[in-house]
C-alpha cells in the first residue's frame, strides 16, 4: 500500500515538473527549499525515478552588502525623522523627572535587595 502511494507522489512531482517547465512561471531550481526537499525525499523513495537535485540557493557578498547598506539607510532615515519631531525635541530639552515610589513600593525593594 505504502509503495503505491510513494509512486503516486514520485508521479505527482513529476507532473508537477512538467507543468512548471511548460507554463515558465515556475521551474524546479526556482522551489522554496522546503518544497525542494519534500520533491527531493518523494523521489528518492521511489526505485526507477528520475534523480533530482537540488541546489541551495546561495547570496553573493555583493548582494549582502547591498541589502546591508539599504537597512542602514532605512535606520538612518527612521533616526532623523524621531530627532526632528515635535515631541522628541520637547523631551530633550527637559530634565529627567525623578518618580517618587510609595512606602509599599519602597518596602517591597528593600526585601528583593
Known amino acids: 500500500m505504502t509503495n503505491i502511494v510513494e509512486k503516486i507522489d514520485a508521479e505527482i512531482a513529476r507532473l508537477q ?3 512548471a517547465a511548460l507554463v515558465g512561471t515556475t521551474t524546479p531550481a526556482q ?6 526537499k519534500e520533491l527531493t525525499a ?4 521511489v526505485p526507477g525515478a528520475a534523480s533530482t537535485t ?7 557578498a555583493a548582494g549582502r552588502a547591498r541589502i546591508a547598506a539599504a537597512q542602514k539607510a532605512r535606520w538612518a532615515k527612521l533616526k532623523r525623522t524621531v ?4 515631541i ?3 523631551v530633550a530639552g527637559k530634565k529627567p523627572v525623578a ?14 535587595s
Open 42 to 45: 518523494t523521489l528518492k523513495k
Open 17 to 19: 515538473m512538467a507543468r
Open 83 to 86: 530627532k526632528s519631531s515635535p
Open 31 to 36: 522551489l522554496s527549499p522546503r518544497h525542494a
Open 54 to 60: 537540488f541546489k541551495k540557493r546561495k547570496m553573493s
Open 88 to 90: 522628541a525635541k520637547k
Open 99 to 112: 518618580v517618587k515610589k510609595s512606602a509599599s513600593a519602597k518596602k517591597a525593594l528593600s526585601r528583593t
